[in-house]
C-alpha cells in the first residue's frame, strides 16, 4: 500500500512539474503569425519626415520622401509595414518607428557641421530627428549625426500625367487636385499664418472664390488654399541663389511670390531676375557665416535704449543677457526686448 501511495505522490509530482511546460509551449505554438493586419485601414498620421519604397523592405528602392502628414493606408502588416496610397501611386512605409538603412559607410558627428568622429557601416538606424539632409540618429555611442547629402538611392518615378485642371469656377464644390505642393491658411490671405504644407493631391473644396481662393476639408478641419497659382507670401528679406545653396546673387524683400519648384527647404520662385532659388526654412541659410550679438547685466535705460534703437535700424537681432534687479527696475525697457524680436538670457538677479 506504501508503495501505491508513493507512486501516486511522485506521478502528481511531475504532472505540476510539467504542466507549466506544456502550457507555455501550447501558448508560443499558438501565437499567430503576423501577416496581414487589418486593425488600421485608412487615415493615419506620421509624425516625422518619411520615405516610401516599392516593397516592404528598408534595403528596397525608396521612391520619394514625404514631410510629416495623414496617409491613406490600403493594407498593414504586422511588422509595421503599411501600404500607402499615393499621388505617384502605391508604396510601402513603415509606421511603427522612423528607420532608415544607410546604404554606405557614412561618417557620424557629435552635432551637425561639426567634426567626423567615426564611421557607421552600412545599416539599418533610427532616426531621432532631421535637419535637411543632416539626420540625427541612434548609435552605441548616443545620438549622433549622419549627412545623407549623396547617398545613393533609386530615382523617383516621374509624377503621373494628370489631366489639365481649369480653375475652379465661382461656388464650385466638389473633389479637385491641385499639381503642386501647396499651404493652407485659416483665412483666404497670404500674410496670414501657414497651417500645414500638402504634396500634390486631390481635395474637397468646400467653396471656391472669384479671385483664386478656396476653402477645403483637411484633417485639422477647414483651411483656404490658393487654387490658380503657386502662390507663397515670404514674411522676411531673403537672399537669392542660381542654385540651391550656391553664392548669393540678390536679395528679395518680404513679398507674395510664385513657387516654380521646391527642393527642401528651397524654393525656386519668380523674380526679376528670372528663376532664382531662394531658402525659406527656419534659421540661417546652410553654408553661410554667421555671428551672434550678446549684451550682458542689462537693461540700463540709457545703453540699452540706445543699442535697441541702432539694431532696429539695421534690422539685426541679438540676445541680451539680463539682471532680474535691472529687469524689475525697468520692466517697460525688458518687455521692449522681447517685442523686438531679441532674446533673452539668465544672468540671476544680482549676477
Not at 561639426?114 to 530627428?129: D, E, F, K, Y
Not at 499639381?179 to 491658411?185: E, M, V
Not at 477645403?216 to 502662390?231: H, K
Amino acid at each position: 500500500m506504501r508503495r501505491i501511495y508513493r507512486f501516486g505522490l511522485a506521478f502528481l509530482v511531475c504532472l505540476l512539474l510539467i504542466q507549466p511546460v506544456y502550457i507555455a509551449v501550447t501558448a508560443v505554438n499558438d501565437t499567430p503569425a503576423q501577416t496581414e493586419d487589418t486593425s488600421i485601414i485608412g487615415q493615419q498620421r506620421i509624425s516625422w519626415r518619411f520615405v516610401v519604397y516599392d516593397e516592404p523592405n528598408f534595403r528596397a528602392p525608396v521612391r520619394g520622401a514625404f514631410d510629416p502628414q495623414t496617409v491613406n493606408i490600403i493594407s498593414q502588416q504586422g511588422d509595421g509595414w503599411a501600404l500607402i496610397r499615393t499621388w505617384r501611386g502605391n508604396f510601402w512605409v513603415y509606421v511603427r518607428d522612423n528607420l532608415r538603412f544607410l546604404t554606405q559607410p557614412m561618417p557620424i558627428f557629435d552635432r551637425i557641421g561639426g567634426r567626423a568622429a567615426g564611421t557607421i557601416p552600412p545599416q539599418l538606424v533610427r532616426v531621432l530627428s532631421q535637419e535637411g539632409t543632416w539626420l540625427q540618429i541612434s548609435t552605441w555611442l548616443g545620438p549622433r549625426f549622419v549627412n545623407i547629402q549623396g547617398m545613393p538611392v533609386a530615382p523617383e518615378p516621374e509624377p503621373p500625367v494628370e489631366p489639365p485642371t481649369p480653375p475652379p469656377t465661382p461656388g464650385q464644390t466638389g473633389p479637385h487636385y491641385i499639381p503642386w505642393r501647396f499651404a493652407t491658411y485659416l483665412e483666404p490671405n497670404f500674410r496670414t499664418t501657414i497651417q500645414d504644407f500638402y504634396n500634390p493631391q486631390t481635395v474637397d473644396i468646400v467653396q471656391a472664390r472669384e479671385d483664386g481662393w478656396a476653402q477645403i476639408a483637411t484633417w485639422r478641419g477647414d483651411r483656404w488654399v490658393y487654387l490658380t497659382d503657386n502662390r507663397l507670401f515670404i514674411d522676411r528679406d531673403v537672399t537669392l541663389h542660381n542654385t540651391p545653396g550656391g553664392p548669393v546673387v540678390a536679395r528679395l524683400n518680404s513679398q507674395v511670390v510664385r513657387i516654380l519648384d521646391q527642393d527642401g527647404d528651397w524654393f525656386q520662385i519668380s523674380t526679376w531676375l528670372g528663376p532664382r532659388w531662394a531658402f525659406l526654412g527656419r534659421g540661417p541659410v546652410p553654408g553661410t557665416k554667421r555671428i551672434a550679438l550678446t549684451f550682458d547685466d542689462g537693461p540700463h535705460p540709457v545703453h540699452t535704449a540706445r543699442l535697441l534703437d541702432a539694431l532696429a535700424a539695421r534690422d539685426v537681432a541679438a540676445t541680451f543677457y539680463v539682471l532680474g534687479s535691472q529687469v524689475s527696475a525697468n520692466p517697460q525697457l525688458a518687455a521692449r526686448i522681447v517685442r523686438e524680436g531679441h532674446e533673452i538670457g539668465n544672468h540671476s538677479y544680482s549676477h
